[in-house]
């Protein structure tokens, strides 16, 4: 259980596994690192300078020599003591100056002050500079964000997530929340005040301008979390209309097998992309048909992973042939397909019309017409993906953000709706609509990790005047 060991010093490899120009060693630790600086060093460290040293083994030979630095608590990344080692980006040298470390650490022979030092957790360090206050939940998991970011878009609003964009648009959402809760907790304090004094108060419009706010809010978080985790998008429709060779278009690459033989595309083939600096993540079908028209097992176990793909998908492009649109075969399996896909839950299906160099004859109403061959209608296409999204431009104001945000900054939503019907509703107990805003106000502090009601509390007595 990591948590029951959060007072442990730990230290860590900071830079990538394998070679590298720079290597670092970070130690984090609860506990003043005096005494493991002068085991290492013989000397001690003038705090947040850079030291040009020999780093030397247990029996005083020369490992390495780079740079200590020596960041004492509060002061410090984590919020904890914090040693860094800059080496060499040797992986056998930095394993022998991380055992160099671990061993100096142990208390068997050297001075009592010295801590017991183990390897982190995965994100322990984060983990850490949380519980110190250095980061609220969100800046945390910016922080992996950042590390993780698979485009440039993406990486420049975890950057602004990390710089508290996302939190700083929570807070203020969770003040108004606590000025509202405040006027209604004193009411209830206090039976001869009523819903007259609510009134007066302005609770309706403070309510309504608070469900504005987080309205304004969950849209920008929704774009962070397709910012993060981008668009799955699936290409479906009949063998041999074109989707291997869409997919080859839109990816600017010879990725799936194009052939003139039907059923080809045995397997899903799946590619990431970007879009407008939105990642996306699009998966090629085996070919659409039902079980029953094909004997054979790969292509049936293909088969049945395309309508998985497709029930989870934020967008299908159900592909067409407009060569052979209009003859009765052709149509009737495109009428089965639109059917499963109907039947499979398909979000947003587009409908599109390929190889349209084959022929003039324009596609039926509201459908998007291209040809993957000449290039015609793909950047159409491409915007009609980002509509369908509900994406926009990543612009200055977006942060990234995650599912679980969406799903804390709805359950917000639903209990403001909730209060503003117990408002609405003559006669309805003031006690049901402090519940309410109170689970409001948890599910905001869920998202950033620090509801209490101490806060509340300070609110409440600091903003009213009691003995009036
Ligand atoms: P899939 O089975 O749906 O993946 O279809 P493929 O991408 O393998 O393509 C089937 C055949 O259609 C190939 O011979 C392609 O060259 C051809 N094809 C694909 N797109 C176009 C297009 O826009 N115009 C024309 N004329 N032929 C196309
Ligand atoms: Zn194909």
């Known amino acids: 259980n990591p948590l029951a060991t959060l007072d442990d010093p730990i230290l860590a490899l900071a830079t990538a596994p394998g070679r590298g120009a720079i ?30 040293l020999p780093f030397r083994d247990a ?53 009592a002050a010295l801590p017991r030092l183990r390897l982190a957790d995965p994100g322990e360090f984060t983990r850490r500079a949380w519980l110190n206050g250095k980061l609220d939940l969100t800046q945390a998991e910016a922080v992996a964000d950042l590390i ?77 979390v397709l910012l993060r985790d981008g668009l799955r998008v699936v290409l479906a429709g009949q063998p041999n209309v074109g989707k291997s060779s869409l997919l080859n278009a839109l990816a600017g690459a010879e990725r799936a097998i194009v052939t003139p033989i039907p059923g080809t595309t045995r397997d899903s083939i799946s590619e990431s992309l970007q879009i407008g600096g939105l990642p996306l993540h699009i ?28 029930a989870e998908a934020d967008a299908v492009i159900f592909l067409r042939d407009l060569g052979r649109r209009g003859q009765p075969e052709y149509d009737a ?27 003039d004859t324009p596609p039926p109403e509201g459908a998007l017409s291209l040809s993957t061959r000449s290039g015609a209608g793909l950047e159409a296409l491409r915007q009609r993906l980002l509509q369908a999204a509900g994406a926009q431009p990543a612009g200055e104001g977006s942060f990234i953000a995650r599912a679980r945000h969406l799903d804390a900054l709805a359950a917000t939503a639903g209990h403001l709706a909730a209060a ?49």
Request: charged fraction near 25%.
């Open 333 to 359: 399996a495109d009428a089965r397909i639109a059917a499963g896909l109907a039947e499979a839950g398909a979000h947003t299906v587009l409908a599109v019309w390929n190889k349209a160099d084959l022929l």
């Open 283 to 310: 998966t090629d079908t085996a070919g659409l048909r039902r079980d029953e028209d094909t004997a054979d097992e790969v292509e049936r176990l293909g088969i049945a992973r395309s309508w998985a793909a497709i």
């Open 23 to 52: 290597g670092i060693v970070r130690i984090s630790s609860p506990q003043p690192l005096e005494g493991l600086i002068h085991a290492l060093f013989g000397q001690a460290l003038q705090p947040r300078h850079a030291h040009y």
């Open 148 to 224: 993780d970011a698979s485009t440039e878009a993406a990486a420049r609003s975890a950057s602004r997530a990390l710089a508290g964009a996302f939190s700083q648009g929570i807070a203020a959402l969770r003040e108004r929340l606590i000025e509202l809760r405040a006027l209604v907790e004193a009411t209830l304090d206090f039976p001869e005040e009523d819903l007259d004094f609510l009134e007066q108060a302005r609770a309706r419009p403070r309510l309504a301008a608070l469900e504005e706010a987080l309205a304004a809010l969950r849209a920008r978080a929704r774009q962070g």
């Open 59 to 111: 029996a005083g030979q020369l490992l390495d020599q780079g740079l200590a630095l020596h960041f004492p608590a509060p002061h410090s990344a984590t919020g904890e003591h914090v040693l860094e080692l800059q080496a060499h980006g040797g992986p056998v040298l930095l394993d022998l100056l991380l055992a160099r470390c671990l061993e100096t650490a142990a208390p068997a022979e050297g001075p």
């Open 420 to 468: 503003r019907a117990l408002l609405d509703a003559p006669g309805a107990p003031l006690e049901l609509l402090a519940e309410e805003l109170r689970a409001a106000h948890d599910a905001l502090g869920a998202i950033t990790g620090h509801t209490t009601a101490d806060e509340l509390l300070g609110e409440i007595f600091g903003r009213f005047c009691i003995g009036k």
